[in-house]
């Protein structure tokens, strides 16, 4: 039982580092409809300014991503460094916010983070957020939960 409980924790530690405050982790219980933003958007021009600094992460796997002008770092617990994209292109879709960056070189080349409105829970902790985050790499989707920072 201390097993589980030292695994547990060690996941909810890399979850809440990995988003900079160190006191939330992210799964999506409740998941926005996210299909009115196409998965392959036209070139959009980067994001700016502090509005749009986001922290999504979710759980089952456990994975975290912040977006701010600087760029794009999506990052596991294998990989806490993180994979870094350059400044995220934006586009909105009702509402739906849409966030993609790709790198010239390197795996994964792209990621989508959507994040759509709608109350949101890890299935953790009794933590509610905001938003609801979809992320594509590699041909994955990941659920989550994200928040403004």
């Known amino acids: 039982m201390n097993c589980g409980r030292a695994l547990l924790a060690a996941a909810l530690l890399f979850v809440a580092c990995a988003v900079g405050d160190g006191s939330?982790?992210?799964?999506?219980?409740?998941?926005?409809?996210?299909?009115?933003?196409?998965?392959?958007?036209?070139?959009?021009?980067p994001v700016t300014g502090a509005a749009d600094r986001v922290a999504a992460h979710g759980t089952e796997p456990f994975w975290a991503v912040?977006?701010?002008?600087?760029?794009?770092?999506?990052?596991?617990?294998?990989?806490?460094?993180?994979?870094?994209?350059?400044?995220?292109?934006?586009?909105?879709?009702?509402?739906?916010?849409?966030?993609?960056?790709?790198?010239?070189?390197?795996?994964?080349?792209?990621?989508?983070?959507?994040?759509?409105?709608?109350?949101?829970?890890?299935?953790?902790?009794?933590?509610?957020y905001p938003l609801t985050a979809e992320v594509h790499l590699m041909g994955d989707t990941l659920h989550g939960c994200a928040e403004r920072r």
């Open 24 to 45: 939330r982790t992210g799964r999506t219980a409740e998941t926005a409809d996210t299909s009115a933003v196409a998965a392959s958007p036209a070139p959009v021009p």
């Open 66 to 128: 912040s977006i701010d002008a600087s760029g794009v770092v999506y990052r596991t617990p294998e990989d806490t460094a993180g994979v870094r994209f350059p400044p995220a292109g934006r586009r909105t879709a009702g509402d739906i916010v849409a966030y993609r960056s790709e790198r010239a070189t390197g795996e994964p080349r792209s990621i989508e983070v959507r994040l759509g409105p709608g109350a949101c829970s890890n299935g953790m902790s009794e933590i509610r």
